[in-house]
Nanobody, 115 residues
Framework: QVQLVESGGGLVQPGGSLRLSCAAS????????TAWYRQAPGKERTLVAH???????YHADSVKGRFTISRDNAKNTVYLQLNSLEPEDTAFYYC?????????WGQGTQVTVSS
């Protein structure tokens, strides 16, 4: 089992920044990929970025150049740095960890971009 706890969401003005954290516990050695997804009201959950256990990263085109995924292995934490935020980035952001046969989800954290 893997447990994921997200934090760092909040209300920010357009152009602002936030840093989301995803702290993992449990059988973290089984994790192959950790990802951030987001879901806006009435829309599907979509992949924002992921990082593999070897450090390879992927960022969706919609966030490339503005968001950055990273990890601190000593803290068992994956971060998502959100810069140049736009109202369209408003969503619930979820952390996801995948092992060879299971996907785990955190409870999510709300990001609201509004003036």
């Amino acid at each position: 089992q893997v447990q994921l706890v997200e934090s760092g969401g909040g209300l920010v003005q357009p152009g602002g920044s936030l840093r989301l954290s995803c702290a993992a516990s449990g059988s973290i050695f089984r994790i192959l990929v950790t990802a951030w997804y987001r879901q806006a009201p009435g829309k599907e959950r979509t992949l924002v970025a992921h990082i593999t256990n070897s450090g390879t990263t992927y960022h969706a085109d919609s966030v490339k150049g503005r968001f950055t995924i990273s990890r601190d292995n000593a803290k068992n934490t994956v971060y998502l740095q959100l810069n140049s935020l736009e109202p369209e980035d408003t969503a619930f952001y979820y952390c996801n960890a995948r092992t060879s046969n299971t996907a785990y989800w955190g409870q999510g954290t709300q990001v609201t971009v509004s003036s």
